[in-house]
């Protein structure tokens, strides 16, 4: 829905506007420019200071429905709405039922252990994330009352019937009327799916409504569009919800796509479920025909199935992605989805613009020259007049113009000039126009461009004060002397002219034509004394990366060269136009610098890399960044990128610096290897534990363990797996790219499980023989035995599975792993002399077997690392 002003004797300009209703939306569409602001009550000096707050009063800010972060309710029924959570709720019920007190509370304690340590991490990384946020909002230009020119505003700020100002890299901030547009070319992929910039004007089509809808019409934008190139006023209609984008986003706010991580969890989740589902029963029914009591074998088939679920995945999985975010943003970075850390470990391409990233982003003059070479004060003149008085989007080398003349760089004040008209810079030209009034009935076009497409467009050569025809003799000095200050690592841009007789008309790209060359202007980007350690760092960690520019190819060879990355051969734009995904992707396999492209060709590269099954990173903070933004697995800006660039990013830097990326990357992999310890171990240890249960069962005259010795194990257990999130992980592990293989976690279960399940067997023979535990008199000594050993030898598997290397020795966990295990173990070793674990059906053990104990899990341990060994030596794997 939309918002208007009535026009009435009674309502002033700049009072409230009322809703309109669709027909009216059409309505101010067919109406000429001119009748648009009297038809809303509008002025053309903007809203005053009340209005605004009357405004802002009814319609609220202009926010649409983004996913939000979750209140603390909802945090907590994210921490318990799982497939796990679920099992031990119906599992604790049960035990209810048949009233097993000790057993639901035992239950219940796990599900509220996975819980609170989800939601506080959670909680933790949705805080540092708001605080980050704050600081990358997206402004407006607004035209208010009182105010002499527009005013930068937060785009949360603007109410309906506010004027505002947009070009080139704007995202349109509300659903507007134009007023006025020149060369205007907007981007509704957003909106329509349609990837081609439509072109939008104040002057209706033959003066009445198109056909279509509100979208088609050409007087009307919307939020969420981006201007793509030209600029333009407009009022605005509507704001936040009322929106077309606000009406459709709430809906489907904060839902994506799985990514293969998600569905790789997922599948793992639901096998240990399945495995869950099958032996449980499996355990109940050996139990229940061996021993005749068929209650107790119930309750002794729950804790085993309670024993099978992985209860702390989600928690795992939530901490880790919680934790790699708050580190994060302690680094200046802000993380808009946390998914998008899990890509960071998986990335083993980054490609990245050349401004900014592998240089210092800080543009300065060093020369103005004229097409001799020669230093020319009237180029920097016509350079002047071309940075200054445009209202498109003012890039880098603008500012340095600007820079030089507030300095007192140039010699005269060009004041006398008066603006008539501009042709707006775009990615196809690659050059943009300023038309001034110089003389009476004289207008000057002054067109500023990349030097091929301005050659292209001139016809003369200026020669001091006369000009020659530009000839072929001509083109190639130009083109030489050009290339040899671009090997002095200077970026060059050419600089003509145009006069024309005064006249009333629009200017547009046919009249960049007959243009006289009238020079260069130098400028240097230094490389950034960061890069050459951060790409040295990257390439460490198996991230190659791959220089997408629209510069040359000459500047950009040099810079390459300046912060250590071999260019080798140099692609270009023009040499890829015509190829398709797979001779492309082959080509980006060999080439690490393509230049003097256009964005669609930066999208396509990126798109062909990860056809050929690379996770593809790409930086940019560009208008023509945003498709490959958006086409990549991780995109990534910084806070001072044009607002569609930002919108597109998955992450935002708030320091453009390489380095960020690095920490990144071993933040991502360090999450994904801590994720892969827990799903490992749990899966190895679940498939290991139900051998021994069945065998136990099958043969032993008395349960193996009480239902109730089982859960506190598994809880003990479940308190040394917490720590997981916080451990390191090994340098080796985080050198090369990290990826989602869901066939090797089956593998990894027959391999590891057996070895756990043959010591338990060892652990039975030890009972029954030495130990002298065969009736069921004796259960509960053989039961506190198994107990201990099972307890022990789990929570030294954690140290085990977590490193290829000799645990302890070789490489040692962080110290929470080791504090948790450690008091996890003495707790389990001290429970059964204590009146906790006669309560639990426990009893002190013989000292004989404590030795034994000593001699079972130093076997375990040897034979387990053996195994790892073979592993490792045939698979090439492990986490």
């Known amino acids: 829905m939309s918002a208007h002003v009535t026009q009435s004797p009674s309502v002033a300009p700049h009072a409230a506007p009322l809703p309109l209703a669709s027909a009216d939306l059409m309505s101010l569409a067919a109406l000429p420019a001119g009748d648009v602001l009297m038809s809303l009550g509008l002025g053309a000096t903007g809203l005053t200071a009340d209005a605004v707050t009357r405004l802002r009063a009814q319609f609220g800010p202009n926010h649409i429905a983004h996913e939000k972060p979750p209140t603390l309710l909802q945090l907590i029924w994210r921490g318990v709405a799982n497939p796990f959570s679920a099992v031990l709720v119906v599992l604790a019920a049960l035990s209810a039922v048949t009233g097993d007190v000790r057993t639901t509370v035992v239950i219940s304690a796990m599900i509220v252990l996975s819980a609170v340590l989800r939601v506080v991490q959670e909680h933790r990384s949705h805080q540092a994330a708001a605080e980050l946020t704050a600081l990358v909002r997206t402004r407006a230009s607004v035209v208010r009352a009182g105010s002499a020119k527009p005013v930068e505003l937060l785009m949360d700020d603007l109410v309906p019937g506010d004027i505002v100002h947009v070009s080139a890299g704007d995202m349109m901030p509300a659903d507007v009327r134009l007023l006025t547009a020149k060369d205007l070319f907007v981007s509704q992929s957003a909106l329509t799916g349609e990837s081609m910039p439509v072109e939008k004007d104040e002057t209706p089509l033959s003066g009445a409504v198109a056909a279509g809808g509100a979208v088609d019409q050409r007087t009307l934008a919307f939020l969420g569009t981006s201007v793509v190139s030209g600029s333009a006023t407009a009022v605005v209609l509507a704001t936040g919800g009322r929106t077309m984008l606000g009406a459709t986003a709430h809906g489907v706010a904060g839902k994506r796509p799985p990514t293969s991580f998600d569905r790789g969890v997922a599948s793992v989740s639901w096998l240990l479920i399945r495995f869950m589902l099958v032996l449980a029963p499996l355990v109940f029914v050996i139990n229940g025909v061996t021993k005749g009591n068929w209650v107790e074998a119930f309750l002794f088939s729950l804790a085993v199935a309670v024993g099978l679920t992985p209860e702390l995945l989600p928690m795992i999985v939530t901490v880790n992605l919680a934790k790699g975010a708050v580190a994060m943003a302690k680094k200046k970075t802000v993380v808009k989805r946390l998914e998008a850390i899990q890509n960071f470990g998986a990335m083993d391409v980054l490609c990245t613009d050349k401004t900014g990233t592998l240089t210092q982003d800080k543009i300065a003059l060093l020369r103005h020259v004229d097409a001799r070479g020669r230093s020319d004060d009237r180029v920097l003149h016509l350079a002047w007049i071309n940075s200054a008085l445009q209202t498109g989007l003012r890039n880098l080398l603008d500012h340095a113009v600007l820079d030089y003349h507030e300095a007192g760089g140039h010699p005269q004040e060009p004041s006398r000039e008066r603006k008539v008209d501009e042709i707006p810079w775009d990615f196809t030209r690659k050059c943009m126009s300023v038309v001034v009034e110089i003389a009476p009935g004289t207008h000057e076009l002054v067109c500023k461009g990349a030097l091929e497409e301005i050659l292209d467009r001139c016809s003369a050569v200026a020669d001091g004060a006369s000009s020659v025809p530009l000839g072929d003799g001509e083109r190639t000095a130009a083109l030489a002397l050009v290339e040899s ?139 023509n960044d945003a498709g490959a933004l958006k086409e990549a697995d991780v995109g990534i800006s910084v806070d001072t990128a044009v607002d569609i660039a930002k919108e597109s990013a998955d992450i935002i830097l708030l320091e ?113 023989y030495v130990i002298g535990a065969r009736t069921p008199a004796q259960a509960s000594l053989f039961q506190s035995g198994w107990f201990i050993e099972g307890l022990l030898s789990q929570t030294l598997i954690v140290h085990m599975i977590r490193t290829t290397k000799v645990p302890f020795i070789e490489s040692r966990a962080a110290w929470p792993v080791l504090a948790m295990t450690g008091v996890v173990m003495a707790v389990g070793l001290v429970l059964p002399f204590t009146p906790a674990g006669a309560y639990l059906g426990m009893q002190p053990l013989p000292g004989v077997f404590m030795g034994w104990l000593v001699a079972l899990l130093l076997g375990y341990a040897v034979l387990t690392q053996l195994i790892k060994r073979v592993y490792i030596h045939r698979l090439a794997t492990w986490l």
């Not at 970026?491 to 960049?512: H, L, N």
């Open 485 to 623: 200050m671009n090997s002095d690592g200077l970026r060059v841009v050419a600089v003509a002219w145009r006069d024309f007789p005064a006249r009333s008309g629009a200017y547009t790209v046919a009249d960049e034509t007959g243009l006289t060359l009238a020079g260069y202007l130098c400028f240097l980007d230094p490389p950034k004394e960061s890069a050459r350690a951060a790409l040295a760092a990257l390439a460490a960690q198996g991230v190659r990366v791959v220089v997408l520019t629209g510069d040359g190819d000459v500047v950009t060879r040099r810079v390459c060269h300046e912060v250590g990355l071999p260019p080798g051969r140099v692609a270009l734009g023009a040499q890829i136009e015509a190829l398709d995904d797979a001779a492309l992707g082959a080509l980006a396999e060999e080439v690490a610098v393509f230049a003097k492209l256009s964005p669609p060709q930066k999208a396509h590269i990126i798109r062909a890399l990860r056809l050929r099954g690379h996770t593809v990173g790409f930086m940019g903070d560009g208008i």
């Open 656 to 768: 453009k610096s390489l380095l960020v990326l690095s920490a990144g990357v071993t933040e991502g992999r360090t999450i994904f290897g801590n994720i892969m310890k827990y799903i490992k171990m749990t899966a190895s240890s679940n498939f290991g534990n139900v051998f021994s249960m069945v065998i136990a069962s099958a043969f032993l005259p008395f349960l193996p363990m009480l239902p109730i010795q089982l859960l506190v194990q598994n809880l003990l257990y479940d308190f040394s797996q917490t720590t997981i999130p916080f451990d390191r992980m090994d340098a080796e592990y985080l050198a090369v790219p990290r990826r989602w293989e869901a066939t090797d976690i089956g593998r990894f279960m027959r391999w590891i499980g057996p070895v756990s399940s043959l010591f338990d067997v060892f652990t039975f023979a030890l009972l029954w």
